[in-house]
């Protein structure tokens, strides 16, 4: 007779205030860990992305980082995958979701950088605030809301193959002009647990 199953864990990293973000329903029912820098976000650990030292090694099913790895130095993305690997459980995964630049460039080649691609609750976002940052929060003082370092499918491929991930699939949310990386610390077993994944994230 088996036991109990063990409870699901999710390190939501960069989760800004709470309810602030819809996760995929995968996740209603693990235990999620919120993570952020920021304190009046209330998370359950403030952390930087790329040093997650009060979460034990291997203790995390997934990682869900979702428009935050943007905002930081080039150099820094290292680091915060690094982390994210470290914390994974050896079954375990990572999603990252950053705004597409290669989608958004020809806005820029068109001098349309500052015409509204579409109207979030935040208000309109231009091809400008997802190059450089949404500049309305950029404005009021938020200046951690800056974009300090951007991706195409190529440069956020060649980010996680310097750190030992088993599988990785690249997606591009046209509609919302981002990518989403799913990095697997195991690989798949056949393409119908690929594919099955991939649907739980709805990616």
Not at 66 to 77: D, G, I, P, R, S
Not at 107 to 131: C, K, M, N, R
Not at 161 to 166: D, E, L, T, V
Request: hydrophobic letters at 40%; charged letters at 20%; one cysteine or more.
């Amino acid at each position: 007779m088996s036991g109990p199953q063990r409870e699901r864990v999710l390190v939501n990293v960069g989760c800004g205030a709470r309810n602030s973000s819809t996760l995929p329903t995968h996740f209603d029912t693990w235990r999620q860990l919120r993570v952020d820098v920021d304190p009046t976000v209330e998370p359950d650990i403030i952390a930087d992305l790329t040093d997650l030292s009060p979460i034990p090694d291997g203790s995390a099913d997934a990682v869900w980082a979702a428009h935050c790895v943007e905002h930081l130095y080039e150099h820094q993305v290292t680091l915060a995958l690094a982390e994210f690997r470290r914390v994974l459980r050896e079954d375990g995964f990572v999603c990252v979701i950053v705004p597409d630049l290669q989608a958004v460039a020809q806005y820029f080649v068109a001098d349309q950088s500052h015409e509204p691609l579409y109207h979030s609750p935040a208000g309109p976002v231009t091809p400008h605030d997802i190059f450089f940052g949404f500049g309305a929060a950029i404005a009021h003082g938020r200046t951690s809301m800056a974009h300090r370092c951007g991706f195409t499918p190529g440069s956020l491929r060649r980010c996680f193959q310097k750190h030992p991930f088993g599988e990785l699939l690249i997606r591009r949310r046209a509609a919302e002009f981002e990518l989403a990386a799913v990095a697997r610390v195991t690989p798949a077993h056949d393409e119908a647990e690929r594919s099955a994944l991939m649907a739980a994230l709805e990616l």
